[in-house]
T-cell receptor
Framework: AQRVTQPEKLLSVFKGAPVELKCNYS??????LFWYVQYSRQRLQLLLR??SRESIKGFTADLNKGETSFHLKKPFAQEEDSAMYYC???????????FGKGTKLSVKP | DTEVTQTPKHLVMGMTNKKSLKCEQH?????MYWYKQKAKKPPELMFV???????INESVPSRFSPECPNSSLLNLHLHALQPEDSALYLC??????????FGEGSRLTVL
């Protein structure tokens, strides 16, 4: 079954430090991967999708098929980046629509 | 209108009550979803409707009954729930195979 793994429950960094939130996937075909973010008391919202290769709020994510990873990166973290981040894989034709367990990012002043 | 609207925001019900959660979107999306999210956990998929037909039921107990009256509305009927069903219930919509847009959720407490 398709699966996404986020190995870190919590990641704590200081403001201005680089951030990397890890996501690994197990998928036999061509995966379609997303990063969603949930700020405190706000709705879950899309941050990035791998096919668009865009940068949102300074975050980027590259699909690495060799390492089966889709890590989320930002060179300089800001306090407002503190939130819960979920890696998401729709699951292709089976439509499992699976979220990873999530990583809580805490950016300290 | 680019939002998914869920009502009520909060609901408290007893184990013998019957209540419903409602979800509405006017983005022309033809796929709609119910997710359940417990505290500090990721959302768990419950149901998927595609073109108003139930396409995925993730082995959800029958005390949860989804309904899609039309392409803009999605309901979740609740009956004889248990305290462990207390959670945030999230509705989402998308173009089929596209990005999911989420509502703010309905926070359910079962006494």
């Amino acid at each position: 079954a398709q699966r996404v793994t986020q190995p870190e429950k919590l990641l704590s960094v200081f403001k201005g430090a680089p951030v990397e939130l890890k996501c690994n996937y197990s998928y036999s075909g061509s995966p379609e991967l997303f990063w969603y973010v949930q700020y405190s008391r706000q709705r879950l919202q899309l941050l990035l999708r791998h096919i668009s290769r865009e940068s949102i709020k300074g975050f980027t994510a590259d699909l690495n098929k060799g390492e089966t990873s889709f890590h989320l990166k930002k060179p300089f973290a800001q306090e407002e980046d503190s939130a819960m981040y979920y890696c998401f894989e729709p699951g292709g034709s089976q439509g499992n629509l699976i979220f990873g367990k999530g990583t809580k990012l805490s950016v300290k002043p | 209108d680019t939002e998914v609207t869920q009502t009520p925001k909060h609901l408290v019900m007893g184990m013998t009550n019957k209540k419903s959660l409602k979800c509405e979107q006017h983005m022309g999306h033809r796929a709609m979803y119910w997710y359940k999210q417990k505290a500090k956990k990721p959302p768990e998929l419950m149901f998927v409707y595609s073109y108003e037909k139930l396409s995925i039921n993730e082995s959800v107990p029958s005390r949860f009954s989804p309904e899609c009256p039309n392409s803009s509305l999605l309901n979740l009927h609740l009956h004889a729930l248990q305290p462990e069903d207390s959670a945030l219930y999230l509705c989402a919509s998308s173009q089929v195979g596209g990005e999911l847009f989420f509502g703010e959720g309905s926070r359910l407490t079962v006494l």
